[in-house]
């Protein structure tokens, strides 16, 4: 008879990630109770300034009716169970030592210290927070360092990059190079340039989709992509700050700062130069491509010309890829691709997090 372990699981974040991933604990919950011996019970849930706590855990209905409350725009301090809190450390506490798991699904570095006090507690720690893992190397290496502490969905939501890129340095694997395609946003918008779509037309469609954040220049700055590709060549084991990734906007300074409504109305003005830039890749049996490239010590994030037939220059819409060249992989790379846009994927990268941080506790 398998031993029933209880977990407790305190989220940080209440947005569209953090709700995917609330769902899917509550769905799932039987699954783990028969499968794994898990028991994973939410005993707080927290925004930037609320939180729903129960030591005894967090019932189906009352996260589910909170849940439904923040997508009409209410915090939780103001759900019927919710309080006001502005200091997340002091969540941390709520759920004593006994294998209680973190997950962070916020897009902020002021999760850090909290995060800390959890590692330090002897808790395990899941995120897809790309902020704290770009920031400051010493950062980086105290929340890597614990050895509980996990962060698949930083980098290609729910495709397993960080796993394999471990596991090719568990082999003693000599990794030459890593490209990859990190972006679902400005992988629609390149492929569709591909296709002869304009680029403010892209954008806009984009936009309308929900590919890009309410600023689509959040996602065009590529500095998403930047953050994604310094995490890979850290946990390589490069060291490296962010201000060191070589970085090209697609925004032109003219445009950066202006209002969002008159930016989107000069985005037209740069239709020509993509379709130049598309045409004379074409001419050289290329597509252009937003490509992250970790090479002989340096890594680039930008617009590339690649093979039509290289993996990179075979992918469409908005699937994630990164293709491994290394030493035992000399002629065609290890290739990784899938689903690179979506928050149910963001969540199920950090809901795996949790269940093998859980499982190792057994």
């Known amino acids: 008879m398998t031993t029933m372990q209880r977990v407790p699981v305190i989220i940080f974040g209440a947005g569209r990630v953090g709700r ?20 994973l019970q939410v005993v707080a849930w927290c925004d930037r300034d609320g939180a729903l706590v129960d030591d ?10 909170a849940g439904t409350l923040k997508e009409g725009g209410a915090r939780l301090a103001e759900t019927p169970l919710g309080y006001r809190q502005d200091d997340l450390r002091a969540i941390v506490d709520v759920a004593g030592t006994d294998g209680c798991v973190v997950a962070d699904v916020t897009a902020t ?13 002897g808790y395990g720690a899941a995120t897809a927070n790309k902020v704290p893992l770009s920031g400051p190397q010493e950062t980086f290496d105290r929340l890597t360092g614990s050895g509980r502490f996990r962060y698949e969905s930083t980098v290609g939501s729910a495709v397993p990059v960080i796993e394999a890129t471990l596991g090719l340095l568990r082999a003693a694997d000599r990794v030459d ?6 972006s679902g946003t400005l992988g629609f918008l390149f492929t569709g340039l591909q296709a002869g779509g304009l680029f403010s ?162």
């Open 20 to 39: 995917a991933l609330v769902q899917q604990l509550v769905e799932s919950r039987e699954l783990h109770r028969r499968r794994d011996g898990l028991d």
């Open 56 to 65: 005894d855990g967090l019932g189906p209905e009352a996260l589910r009716a």
């Open 109 to 121: 570095g002021e999760t850090v210290p909290a995060l800390e006090l959890a590692l330090q507690r």
């Open 177 to 182: 190079a890593v490209r990859g395609a990190l």
């Open 201 to 362: 037309v892209l954008v806009a469609e984009a936009l309308q989709r929900g590919y890009t954040e309410p600023d689509p220049r959040a996602d065009l700055g590529g500095l998403d992509v930047a953050r994604k590709a310094l995490i890979l060549a850290r946990t390589l084991g490069w060291r490296l700050e962010l201000r060191d990734v070589e970085l090209e906007s697609l925004v032109p300074p003219a445009l950066a700062d202006l209002p969002l409504h008159e930016f989107m109305a000069r985005l037209a003005e740069l239709d020509a130069e993509f379709a130049a830039r598309v045409a004379a890749a074409g001419g050289q049996g290329h597509v252009l491509r937003y490509v992250a490239e970790i090479a002989g010590g340096h890594v680039r994030v930008g617009r590339q010309a690649v093979a039509a037939d290289s993996p990179i220059g075979r992918l469409r819409g908005t699937d994630n890829l990164v293709a491994f060249h290394t030493r035992y992989y000399p002629d065609e790379p290890l290739v990784l691709q899938g689903r690179g846009a979506g928050v149910d994927a963001a969540a199920a990268g950090v809901h795996a997090d949790i269940v093998a941080l859980a499982k190792c506790r057994l």
